[in-house]
């Protein structure tokens, strides 16, 4: 079955506390992107990645970081999250960025 | 900044009407695509319609786009209560360095009520 896994679903950590979210596509897409969904203010673009090793910057990048050293893999890194930080975050891929995206189920942070 | 942007906010109906969602944008698209967010669960791809075309239908989906107004809509008929969800329109763009990106508008929530 085509997916994208995220781990964990849930996490209630504290501040400063470095946290990686995994993300895991099965379907061999080369685009993969975070976002963070908060109240009002719609899904916004953390950072995306075209292909292995190419990265690059979305909307609201600041306080994450992520690598993509395999095509399936993609996680997001708070190497010192703040209660700013708290949201609900999704993971997705496509095979090429125009095309629609696959979503994980979401992970919710809450940072306190 | 958001480049879709839905009306109304939210919409309740009575199952079995029809509910129509706007969405706007601010500029040049390649294509337009609607999404559906169940409570507390990720995005799920509905339809998508390229820039040229007007008009596209999809089981009980039907989208039109009016890129001369640069909005779309989305009709959803004969509504049933597990329509019941929040939806996005995304705007695909075309950039000079990332080739693409899709933009999500902040959602228009449906209840249908039984």
């Known amino acids: 079955e085509a997916q994208v896994t995220q781990n964990p679903r849930y996490l209630i950590t504290v501040t400063g506390k470095k946290l990686t979210v995994t993300c895991s596509q099965n379907?061999?897409?080369?685009?993969m992107s975070w976002y963070r969904q908060d109240p009002g203010l719609g899904l916004r673009q953390i950072y995306y990645?075209?292909?292995?090793?190419?990265?690059d910057k979305g909307d609201v990048p600041e306080g994450y970081k992520v690598s993509r050293k395999e095509k399936r893999n993609f996680p997001l890194i708070l190497e010192s999250p703040s209660p700013n930080q708290t949201s609900l975050y999704f993971c997705?891929?496509?095979?090429?960025?125009?095309?629609?995206?696959?979503f994980g189920d979401g992970t919710r942070l809450s940072i306190l | 900044s958001q480049q879709g942007e839905e009306d109304p906010q939210a919409l309740s109906i009575q199952e079995g009407e029809n509910a129509t969602m706007n969405c706007s944008y601010k500029?040049?698209?390649?294509?337009l695509q609607w999404y559906r967010q169940n409570s507390g669960r990720g995005l799920v791809h509905l339809i998508l319609?390229?820039?040229?075309?007007r008009e596209k239908h999809s089981g009980r989906l039907r989208v039109t786009l009016d890129t001369s107004k640069k909005s779309s809509s989305l009709l959803i008929t004969a509504s049933r209560a597990a329509d019941t969800a929040s939806y996005f329109c995304a705007t695909a763009t075309l950039t000079e360095t990332s080739g693409s990106r899709l933009t999500f508008g902040e959602g228009t929530q449906l209840t249908v009520n039984p």
């Open positions: 997705a891929s496509s095979s090429h960025p125009p095309r629609p995206q696959h």
């Open positions: 500029t040049s698209i390649n294509n």
């Open positions: 319609i390229r820039s040229n075309e």
């Open positions: 379907m061999n897409h080369e685009y």
């Open positions: 990645s075209m292909n292995v090793e190419v990265t």
